[in-house]
């Protein structure tokens, strides 16, 4: 007999050794009888199975193409450029920094002993081209409320341009505005592209100036368009810091918040009570910029209502605009009284006083800080924390049996509508109070030294009062004497006569200078001088006012010629007694 195998359509995977086994049936057994072993082979033509398609690029770029083939055996693949062979037996052709020259016809060429196949493609290196406008809208312009605005813009580049728009220099993002940019001419060399920007339900939001940016890899261009709308001057508020807050002692900006095309001139006026005064630039008071003024320097003066008005003209017409600002006078808030340290006992109350200032009033909320954790006081925060305030403007905080927990920093911060301060009281909680425990209030190291200051003046005052004092007693006697005009003692002596009575006299000074005493009680025949003072003493001085005529006329003759000698003396033994002729007047009574 025969057999035969049949293969359809056969395939690579039909490659392979084949076997034919002949056998026969004995008596219910198989027995081989013969074999035949065999071999197949394939054997497939190259088929390019993925080709390169056509490609533009630019000089300087890098491209790889593949050309992806079977066959049996494995086709050799060779690339060609204009017929002349630039790379074999390789499935991938790499290019890099291509130029100009580089264009052309690329072939991919696969070849096996039994046959070959071949595709082709068209490489285009160009020189990039800077965008070159061919024509465009007009550059200014004017839109009606509620019109649609187109702008049209035709541009040649190559590669494709990308265009970017801006509206008075930001970014465009409003939904209602669309912008598109498409190839006009393809048969142009370079191609030229349309650029387009649609604005609907133009509104004031869409005035202004249009800066269109073109761009590729070659350069780029940039140029503006205006479109504006007339819009009648609206004055829509008048505000200062914090709403309507002019700061004390500082410089403070009203600002006047406007629609209006074409923008608007401003003028600004105060009232006080029926006054009216117009502001401008000349006055030193304040500046004007824009539609800003500046009060420089607040003072309580300013506190008035101040006028914007705005003007504009929309078709020829002028429009005018108002608004008002009822100005206060506001002050930044400060805490004039806190305790920086406040100590508790535990399981007793502890009451925290947070005293503020400022214009208008202040308003407070207490924060709790303990490690990293800060947390607001209120009503959630701990049943045992009651938060109040009482007048004049101090808010308080009692703790109800106090724990340790409650130990930390406790903040107080007050605001109003200039601004916000705070200060933190820091918490100690003991098991029992210490004799020196208790708050101890912040005293500023300003007032420490203004009182050491103020001592140290008041200590000098004092000083120099006593000096000044002593100097007087010094120089009008002591006593309360006063002390007769100075004159030349020598010159005295001289013109007064001799009287040889006198000239008997025991002269009363001592041998040696009598040692001082607290209260001397001189004797009736004593020399007096008024020019060093004694301690007064009653006695000497009704002793003194006894004293005759008589003797006080000798005491005085006997002075005139012994007063220059005693008092040269005097000064050589450093002690100075008293002459009677200074408590005489000229007629030799006692003054």
């Known amino acids: 007999g025969r057999s035969t195998l049949f293969i359809d359509g056969i395939q690579e995977e039909n490659i392979g050794e084949y076997r034919c086994l002949v056998r026969n049936l004995v008596n219910g057994d198989s027995i081989l009888l013969n074999s035949i072993t065999f071999s197949i082979s394939v054997f497939a033509r190259p088929i390019i199975t993925s080709s390169p ?10 491209v790889t193409v593949q050309c992806e083939t079977t066959g049996l055996p494995a086709p050799i693949v060779s690339y060609y450029v204009n017929a002349s062979v630039i790379s074999s037996d390789s499935t991938m052709l790499a290019l890099s920094d291509l130029s100009v020259s580089d264009s052309g016809a690329y072939q991919c060429f696969a070849q096996n002993e039994y046959g070959n196949a071949s595709t082709s493609w068209t490489l285009s290196v160009r020189d990039p081209i800077t965008p ?3 024509n465009r809208s007009e550059s200014d312009g004017t839109v009606s409320m509620g019109n649609n605005l187109t702008i049209t813009v035709e541009v040649s580049a190559d590669p494709e341009p990308v265009p970017t728009w801006q509206l008075n220099e930001a970014n465009i993002t409003d939904n209602s505005t669309i912008m598109s940019v498409r190839e006009y001419n393809t048969t142009a060399c370079p191609v030229t592209y349309l650029i387009e920007l649609s604005v609907f339900d133009f509104a004031a939001v869409h005035s202004g100036n249009y800066t269109l940016t073109i761009e590729n890899r070659a ?24 709403d309507r807050c002019l700061i004390l002692q500082e410089d403070t900006d009203i600002t006047c918040v406007f629609e209006g095309v074409p923008k608007p001139t401003f003028f600004w006026y105060k009232e006080v009570g029926d006054t009216r005064t117009n502001i401008t630039a000349s006055d030193s008071e304040y500046t004007l910029v824009d539609n800003v003024l500046t009060v420089i320097n607040v003072n309580e003066e300013d506190d008035a209502a101040y006028f914007c008005e705005a003007t504009n003209t929309v078709n020829g017409e002028e429009r005018k605009d108002t608004a008002k600002l009822d100005a206060r006078i506001c002050s930044y808030p400060t805490i004039a009284k806190l305790p920086m340290t406040s100590t508790a006992v535990v399981d007793e109350d502890l009451t925290i006083m947070c005293q503020g200032e400022g214009r208008p009033d202040v308003s407070y909320m207490w924060f709790y800080a303990n490690n990293s954790t800060v947390l607001e006081i209120n009503t ?12 004049p403007n101090q808010s308080f905080l009692t703790i109800t049996g106090v724990n340790e927990s409650d130990a930390g920093n406790y903040t107080c911060r007050a605001t109003n509508s200039a601004g916000t301060t705070e200060r933190t009281s820091v918490v100690r909680v003991v098991q029992t109070p210490s004799p020196s425990s208790g708050d101890s209030e912040d005293f500023p190291t300003y007032a420490i030294i203004a009182i050491a200051v103020g001592g140290a003046v008041i200590l000098v005052v004092i000083v120099v009062v006593l000096i000044c004092i002593i ?11 006063s002390k007769p005009p100075q004159g030349n003692d020598e010159e005295d002596d001289a013109n007064q006569p001799y009287n040889p009575q006198y000239e008997s006299l025991p002269n009363p000074r001592p041998e040696k200078p009598p ?27 009704m002793e003194m006012q006894k004293m005759s005529n008589n003797d006080l006329s000798k005491a005085h003759m006997y002075n005139y010629h012994s007063t220059s000698a005693l008092t040269k003396q005097d000064e050589v033994d450093g002690m100075h007694q008293p002459r009677y002729d200074d408590f005489l007047s000229t007629d030799g009574q006692y003054v």
């Open 471 to 481: 100097r007087y007693r010094v120089k009008s006697g002591a006593y309360g004497l």
């Open 219 to 242: 350069g780029d261009i940039s140029f503006s368009f205006s479109r504006l709308l007339e819009v009648a001057a609206d004055v829509i508020s008048v505000s200062g810091t914090g």
């Open 53 to 62: 398609m056509d490609m533009i690029v630019y000089t300087g770029d890098s």
């Open 380 to 391: 959630m925060f701990s049943t045992r924390i009651r938060i109040g305030i009482e007048f």
């Open 515 to 541: 040692q001082y005493q607290p209260t001397p009680a001189y004797p009736s025949s004593s020399v007096i001088s008024a020019r060093t003072p004694v301690p007064y003493n009653s006695s000497s001085m």
């Open 132 to 134: 070159v406008v061919l």
